[in-house]
């Protein structure tokens, strides 16, 4: 008989796991509700005529296709399992056109698939946590999206680096260097210098039909250091004959000079900072003006947050000229950050505060009615099911990781009180039902 098994690339959660990973969500989703983002969601499967073209010829190919949708062959469109959150919330918006208003601002947390080669850091089936504003090309909407990355990581606990870079500024690039045709084939191969390394990535541009006098005159520009306003005044010299190159340039002066004149700054630079990137590329067709890509500086796990502006993502699905921004933050490769920097909260896998310990009949039937009141009053308390020996009991809390104990015998049903023990310390003390209500309280007041 086969072991059961999951496929490569795909994991189980248990009850703390799950836990934590719902830690990540709630926090994620309380800052997307500062800013006033409007929840939404899509189903995991879309036609593939909405999927397809949309991600590049590398997205493309890890698209998963469904071979089965309970249909006759040939008798309805194809489908498959969502790439990403973006693309289904693009034709969303067309489909609901008349319900929603401009500018629009929605989170989507849900999962995707990519049919990759699983590796650390990397999984076939793994969470989205999305924000855009669609509707408007103000580059508010950017320098918002900023600040919501400062302050879930902030809130995580994570310290990060956000590159941001434009891909006006990377069509001017290719312009200057005598290759304006070959601007996608340069994003997808400078889009893995820090996967492959510099002399890999001038290679792929060789493959790719760049000459190389075309890639000599990329170097400079692959190497180039300074401040932000140093690089950004370098590229703006290169750049002064190119339209779009300029254009480019004038946006991220704009997004930056926001940042700088109205968001205060950390601290500690370390725990948060941005950096103008001129190789970052992010491989997505779609974008048309700021990219970002987020990494911890303290976990070797690619980027956990990243994003762009569209201009016309929803033109491909009859609604053209609508320009959007957005974020993913990716919560697994997130989740695997703060294990490997032992940054949850103790009490994040934590779902009972209080377990009942009844040594008799009469005595499970006072945890029964106690437990009742309890949970009224929004206490997460459990009472062990079976008249089992106290050590047993003691056990399952041990076990469960449940802080507190509330043993009653027959000197507590006398005397209408239970016995809380402290699991962690071992300390008990006799208390009334009130009493438990606002011990539970005062624990909870303090976390």
């Known amino acids: ?9 795909t994991r189980d959660f248990g009850h703390e796991e799950t836990a934590r990973r719902n830690y990540i969500f709630d926090t994620i989703q309380s800052v997307f509700r500062l800013y006033g983002f409007q929840q939404i969601e899509t189903p995991a499967m879309e036609q593939m005529s909405t999927l397809m073209g949309k991600y590049g010829e590398e997205g493309d190919k890890l698209l998963f296709r469904i071979q089965n949708s309970g249909e006759k062959a040939g008798e309805a469109p194809e489908k ?6 973006t693309v289904p919330f693009a034709r969303y918006i ?16 849900q999962p995707v698939w990519r049919a990759d080669r ?21 580059l508010v909407s950017e320098l918002e999206l900023i600040e919501i990355v400062k302050e879930v990581y902030r809130r995580l606990g994570l310290r990060v680096i956000l590159k941001i870079n434009n891909r006006k500024i990377l069509a001017g690039i290719a312009e ?8 996608i084939d340069i994003t997808v191969a400078i889009d893995k210098l820090d996967k492959i390394g510099q002399e890999k990535v001038n290679e792929e541009l060789v493959e790719r039909g760049l000459s190389a006098e075309a890639v000599e005159r990329l170097q400079p520009i692959l190497t180039l250091s300074g401040t932000n306003e140093e690089k950004l005044q370098t ?22 000079n926001l940042y700088n004149r109205t968001t205060a700054k950390s601290e500690d630079a370390e725990a948060f900072s941005v950096e103008l990137d001129l190789t970052l590329a992010r491989g997505l067709n779609y974008y048309t003006g700021a990219i970002f890509e987020v990494k911890s500086r303290d976990v070797q796990i690619g980027s956990i947050t990243g994003g762009g502006r569209y201009d016309n993502l929803t033109g491909i699905f009859g609604l053209p000229d609508v320009s959007g921004v957005g974020i993913s933050f990716g919560a697994d490769r997130i989740y695997d950050c703060l294990t490997a920097l032992d940054l949850f909260p103790a009490e994040s896998g934590v779902q009972t505060e209080m377990l009942f310990v009844p040594m008799g009949e009469e005595e499970q039937l006072r945890a029964l009615c106690w437990a009742g009141t309890l949970r009224s009053k929004g206490k997460r308390v459990e009472v062990y099911p079976e008249l089992a ?3 047993k009991q003691l056990g399952y809390a041990d076990a469960n990781r449940i802080p507190f104990v509330a043993i009653i015998g027959s000197e507590e049903l006398a ?31 303090e976390r």
């Open 118 to 138: 699983p590796q650390k850091g990397r999984y076939r089936e793994f969470y989205q946590c999305d924000v855009d504003i669609i509707g408007t090309e103000s």
């Open 415 to 445: 005397e209408q009180t239970v016995t809380m023990k402290n699991m962690q310390s071992g300390e008990q003390s006799k208390k009334t039902l009130e009493e438990l209500i606002s011990f539970l309280d005062h624990y909870e007041h």
């Open 80 to 85: 498959g399992l969502r790439y990403d959150l």
């Open 389 to 391: 020996k106290i050590k």
């Open 235 to 256: 590229i703006a010299d290169l750049l002064q004959t190119s339209e779009i190159g300029t254009k480019g340039v004038e946006e991220m002066r704009t997004v930056l």
């Open 1 to 9: 008989m086969n072991k059961p098994s999951i496929p490569k690339g």
């Open 176 to 183: 200057y260097i005598g290759a304006p045709d070959k601007m």
């Open 94 to 109: 067309v489909m609901h056109r008349q319900e929603i208003t401009f500018p629009y601002k929605r989170y989507q947390i």
